[in-house]
């Protein structure tokens, strides 16, 4: 049965490049999502801590981003596929397993060195351990779907490197269709998958 986790909260790095990105100095590329078996205290826990997070307390591994999705008027959903081995690659991702016990968001202005990058979002697990992530076992690889919420303004264009990313058939189909039925403009952009909310 899957864990619980306590809301993402957006860390002050996070908050200062949204704000660059709403006075229309930057884009945001949202570059991958890192899991991590990090425990955290009551106090670690609450909202002022957490936006003091400038990385994950125990970082184990990370995903390249596969899709993003309209979600509001303010937030966007990216999608990572969570796994045990690189569905790409084959190689084996994690050996020993850990309890996914924190999740972070990256991101960085578009086209920046990888060095800018920020820690934009975290969300720790509500309970004492999260979801556990086996070792690859050499045959049946294990499988998270996972989806992110993050808060962005509607006018701020925001994008996801895709480098090295399984694309999902039902994300791909959801990219398509949400094309049609949202208000929004999508497109491919150097390699870039990019949304842009237009707003009425």
Known sequence: MPQPFNNAVMTNAGAALLTRAQAGEIKIQFTRIATGNGSYTADEKTLARLQQA????????????????VFSDHSVKVTALITNQDPVSKKTLVSAGYYINEMGLYAKPQGAADSQEVLYSIVVTAGTNGDFMP???G????????????????SAQVTINTAGAALLAEDANKLRDDSTHMKCKLGIDNGLIYVQAISE
């Open 54 to 69: 400038t990385k994950l307390k125990s970082l184990k591994n990370s995903y390249p981003l596969s899709d993003i999705d």
């Open 135 to 137: 070792p690859y076992n």
């Open 139 to 154: 045959y049946n690889p294990a499988q998270i779907t996972q989806d992110y919420f993050a808060t962005v303004n509607n």
